[in-house]
């Protein structure tokens, strides 16, 4: 069967909005795994919102080397998700979906926890690193779950609910730091709190049927798109199973090898564009409420606020938007229309905002495009590979990407800290890195109304 023509998509008979097609249970996994999300964007982006006053106390040094180190960090913190991705994601198909999501959770809870004690710049890589490897993991192990779970037509959907979720943790970091305020030992020592999430998913969780098929050797064709996960219906054809997270099978397949190779690529952009482009919004408000005459703590103060919680809600609504659009126009046309909006964006927020009114207005339309496209690879990255491949390569692909990603922080870093470079021009230049978006996704097939492949 050629590359774009996964099989053929099948009528949908029943014609019931999306939500009334998931059952009560399903629900739950999304609750369970969204809140897992949740908590891992709190430790992902803690460190964005803490990092000047956490710097500025290990380095006692100059503004430019916090910024360098910042970026350094952050591109530690990349490949460890990265590693983390990788592994878990492979766990997650050999071990189960429920086991593997205890694990990650615990892992990064506890490597925050710790960092309330470090007392060096190394120490702070270190545990970062170790932090990521949880988050990392985290997601490739949710977002297999819910598509798996999740009924045929309401798979974007939920889908795209359980990536918006992330802002949640966001926002709950943008006030975890202000209330901190310069003492931001305390917002790593909160990062403990998700490990209670490990008795909802020990209790309620359970390993979804598809991958409960592959692990005891016999899976069955997809189920009809028309026919409810809560519907009786006659059991499809049944054939033996491959053996469960295969690298091996994953790098000799050309078709899942092109698949995960372009979707890292693809999830790179967007990742690279996250970490150097979008999270600047706090300091492109900083910057310009300093340049106003605002003293630099309240300066620093009201940016928090702007990029924390302004700039999160445009950013939600856009990861709520993703779902609707990949069922409506399929996932390729969404992906382009985001990638082309955040290339348009970019310059946008960093040369037409003149007073921090103007940067309110303009953030949540920065936000939704440059955060909104995320949702689309927690969507997209499980329909291109079967279940004994789906964590692994949904694993590979978006948190692979993060050593990609990570090779542009230290450009970035360089960039920034430039003795005569304005952030506004550096920011600029790095957001066209959305661009090279557009031409990978046209590389990819279109999943639009395909069923999962076991």
Known sequence: MHETEIAPPLAAADTRRWWKLV?????????????????????????????????????????????????????????????????????ADRWGRSLSMILTILVYAAFS???????????????????ALGTGGEWAVAAALVAEVFPARARAYGSAIFHASSVLGVACAAVAGIVVGSHWRHAYLIGILPAILVLAVRAWIREPEQWQRASTGVV????????????????????????????EELWKNPIYRKRAFIGLLLAAVGLAGYWTVLIEGQHLSENLLIAAGTPKPEAARRAKFAFGIIQNIGGGLGLLAMGPLCATIGRRRAFIFFFLAALLSTP??????????????????????????????????????????????????????????????PLSGWLKSLPHMDLRLAVTILGSIYALGVFLVLMLPETKGRPLEE
């Open 23 to 91: 059952s009560g249970y399903e629900w739950l996994v999304l609750a369970v795994a969204s809140a897992g999300w949740i908590f891992d964007n709190y430790e992902n982006q803690i460190f964005n919102i803490t990092r000047d006053d956490l710097l500025g106390e290990l380095l006692k040094g100059s503004s430019r080397g916090v910024t360098f180190w910042g970026e350094v960090l952050l591109g530690v913190f990349l490949v460890g998700g990265a590693t983390g991705g990788i592994l878990f994601g492979w766990l």
């Open 113 to 131: 926890g710790l960092t309330y004690f470090a007392q060096s710049l190394w120490q702070v890589a270190a545990l970062r690193f170790l932090v």
């Open 220 to 247: 069955r064709d997809p189920q009809p798109l028309d026919v409810p996960s809560d519907s009786p219906a006659p059991l499809p054809p049944a054939h033996p199973a491959r053996p469960l997270g295969s690298f």
């Open 348 to 409: 946008m927020i960093c040369w037409l905002p003149r007073t921090y009114t103007q940067m309110l207005i303009l953030l949540p339309i920065f936000g939704f495009f440059q955060l909104g496209v995320h949702a689309g690879y927690a969507i997209y990255f499980p329909e291109l590979f079967p279940t004994r491949l789906r964590a692994t390569g949904s694993g590979l692909c978006f948190n692979g990407a993060r050593i990609v990603a990570a090779v542009t922080m």
